[in-house]
């Protein structure tokens, strides 16, 4: 049963991750008026370096995931395969670095 304490005060009780999104103020919301030049399904290495290479390219883009960047890669203690990374990186530092390159 895990329990998250947000700001001192409010008390989750096995909270869902939208829940624990949602509590941390960190949900994004999309409007769906805006028409994107591209639209990248999955945050995982594949789809944040998709996205960094379109946004490039000067497009509006947009990445829609269900759980959080990295994907699988995200949860793995450490990838020995990456291309860059010769000496093997964590996959959550992997996706962390991924995900501040393709918000800029």
Request: glycine fraction near 12%; proline fraction near 5%; hydrophobic fraction near 40%.
């Amino acid at each position: 049963m895990p329990v998250v304490i947000v700001d001192g005060r409010t008390v989750l009780k096995n909270p869902t991750n939208s829940d624990l999104a949602d509590a941390l103020g960190i949900t994004e919301y999309i409007d769906s008026n805006i028409v994107r030049d591209a639209i990248v399904v999955g945050a995982g290495p594949a789809g944040l370096a998709a996205a960094v290479y379109a946004a490039s390219e000067g497009l509006d883009t947009l990445i829609v995931e269900a759980v959080g960047p990295g994907g699988q890669a995200g949860s793995s203690s450490r990838i020995e395969n990456y291309l860059g990374f010769p000496t093997g990186i964590s996959g959550q530092s992997l996706a962390s670095h991924a995900q501040v390159q393709a918000q800029k």
